[in-house]
């Protein structure tokens, strides 16, 4: 540990030991176990946002590691605008914490650097010197991000993703004609993108008919089971799912909720977690955003509380995969910022 870590550390857990001092001087009752929980969640939300901060680049965003699935040892840092993105949107979980407006301020600044006309993103910022045509999952999780800020959304924008659909009106991975894209991995239709398209476009309370059916025959046919092109794992569907439903207020898709709700609970294994880390976060939130308020939540929440590191953070996780060479891509911060948003929504509900 470097003398700079160590001041910081030193500082997060004098902080920590006020914050509990307080709190139990002044709640003499506070022994019940949801008091206890939530003590705890405060202590590793702010624990986490700090190590969400140290993580952050001097432009704004996070390093995301790329591995091959053969060789997990083996990382290589790119700058994704998505996982920027993604912390943003988790982030604001968390209104009151001057800490986390400082994080997302920066973020901010680094998205609207990343940004190109007519207000659309590619996967890669400019740390990273490989260039891919922009694609309408950047594009519409920055912007649902940005709006949690009160940054609207320019008209531009959404119209570029409304003209990225193919003949049966879903949206493409990439924006524009085919003839346009550029260095693509892929022409597959993924289920995710197309929901957080729908994330987006319900934020500006437009409805897209054709995706939400095609969404809900994913559900109803358990194809969402088996992951899409860019998502491997049935949680991230479903974490994505429950944020278009309960979030982007998409209400075409609420003949869904019961059976993704029931699935992820019967795939929660006995330790409380679903796997890794960012698994388990993508779980306790599907399971907050679709209102269960039961056993399954509360082992998910006490696992991820046990598992998070001395330093704040949680581990490293694949969070999405390449479509043709076998790579996965995530972000300890990443990771941290989805498990501060499950702790943040639970203890906002107990």
Request: charged share 20%.
């Amino acid at each position: 540990m470097t003398r700079v870590e160590s001041i910081t550390y030193s500082r997060r857990m004098f902080r920590v030991l006020c914050f509990a001092t307080f709190a139990f001087a002044v709640m003499p009752n506070c022994r019940s176990e949801t008091d206890v929980v939530r003590v705890q969640c405060a202590f590793a939300i702010q624990n986490g946002l700090d190590f969400v901060a140290s993580s952050q680049t001097p432009s704004g965003g996070f390093v995301t590691d790329c591995w091959h699935v053969d060789a997990p040892e083996q990382t290589t840092p790119v700058d994704a605008v998505f996982t920027a993105s993604q912390v943003l949107y988790s982030l604001s979980s968390c209104p009151e914490s001057a800490s986390a407006r400082g994080t997302e301020e920066r973020i901010a600044k680094y998205l609207a650097a990343q940004q190109t006309p007519p207000g659309v993103w590619h996967y890669y910022g400019a740390g990273t010197d490989l260039k891919i045509s922009p694609d309408v999952d950047d594009t519409s999780v920055a912007w649902a991000a940005l709006q949690r800020l009160a940054i609207p959304t320019p008209p531009s924008a959404l119209e570029a993703i409304r003209a990225s659909r193919n003949k049966e009106g879903l949206f493409t991975t990439w924006i524009g004609p085919p003839a346009t894209w550029v260095n693509i991995d892929s022409r597959d239709i993924d289920t995710v993108v197309n929901i957080n398209a729908l994330l987006l476009f319900g934020l500006q309370h437009e409805n897209v008919d054709t995706v939400c059916k095609y969404v809900l025959a994913q559900i109803e046919n358990d194809n969402f089971r088996r992951g899409t092109v860019y998502y491997r794992s049935p949680l991230m569907f479903a974490h994505a799912f429950s944020r278009a439903f309960r979030e982007g207020n998409v209400k075409c898709l609420e003949a869904g909720v019961g059976k993704v709700r029931d699935t992820i609970v019967s795939l929660q294994q006995s330790d409380g977690s679903w796997g890794n880390d960012l698994e388990t976060a993508f779980g306790a939130l599907t399971l907050l955003n679709l209102d269960y308020r039961g056993d399954a939540l509360n082992r998910a929440i006490k696992i991820l509380l046990a598992r998070q590191s001395a330093e704040g953070g949680w581990e490293l996780a694949p969070a999405y995969r390449g479509a043709v060479q076998p790579l996965n891509y995530g972000a300890r911060a990443l990771t941290t910022a989805l498990v501060i948003e499950a702790l943040a929504k639970y203890c906002a509900h107990r």
